[in-house]
Every structure is written in C-alpha cells, then in structure tokens.
C-alpha cells in the first residue's frame, strides 16, 4: 500500500489549495472503512492532526482550521481530500495524508504548504 500525496505549493495568505491523496494498491473495502485523516508538521513542531474522517463518516477539524478546510473522500478513486481556503501563514508545513485500519498506519510522503504574508 503507498498513499501518494500532491497538491502542494506557495499561496499567498487568503489564497486556496486542495490537496489530494490516493491509496494505491488498498482494496478499496479497506479504503471506505477506514480512518483517514490530514496531518502536518511545521518546522521545529510536532506533527499534528488537521483534519480526519472516521470509519463511520464523522468528520474531525483541528480548532485553528474549522470553517477553512474541509475533507472529504471519493471511494471510487480511493482518495481523499483537503481543501483548504483562507490559508494563513501559520499554515505553513508539511501536509501529511494518513489512513489507519484496524494495527495498520499508513502515512504518504508529505507535501510542502507554503503560505506567505
């Protein structure tokens, strides 16, 4: 299994992106019943969660990104989705995807959000 993370870039503050995130090579009962969810770790932080949907479709936001991001999923293509809108500069990290099913923890490779003022 390998999560492939893209959508990355430089906006400036107030501007938009989406990231995106497939699951290649998971059966895709797995994808739909699993816990996905968005992290990120900016320099010299720890990572933490952004955002995250549950097995039973609950949606989680982290305090400082509600109202501005949202996730969600396509089961079809086996991804999942982060927009975010209003980016800020305190956005500025390393957007991690990550898909958790039962012991498994599966983590993409990032993809770098830079937000200037």
């Known amino acids: 299994v390998q999560l492939q993370a893209s959508g990355g870039g430089l906006v400036q503050a107030g501007g938009s992106l989406k990231l995106s995130c497939v699951a290649r090579?998971?059966?895709?009962?797995?994808?739909?019943?699993?816990?996905r969810g968005w992290y990120r770790q900016a320099p010299g932080k720890q990572r933490e969660l952004v955002a995250e949907?549950?097995?039973?479709?609950?949606?989680n936001y982290q305090d400082s990104v509600k109202g501005r991001f949202t996730i969600s999923k396509d089961n079809s293509k086996k991804t999942v989705y982060l927009q975010m809108l209003s980016l800020e500069p305190e956005d500025t990290a390393v957007y991690y995807c990550?898909?958790?099913?039962?012991?498994?923890?599966?983590w993409g490779q990032g993809t770098l959000v830079t937000v200037s003022s």
């Open positions: 990550n898909v958790k099913y039962g012991s498994r923890d599966y």
């Open positions: 090579g998971m059966i895709w009962s797995t994808f739909t019943t699993s816990r």
């Open positions: 949907l549950t097995d039973d479709g609950m949606t």
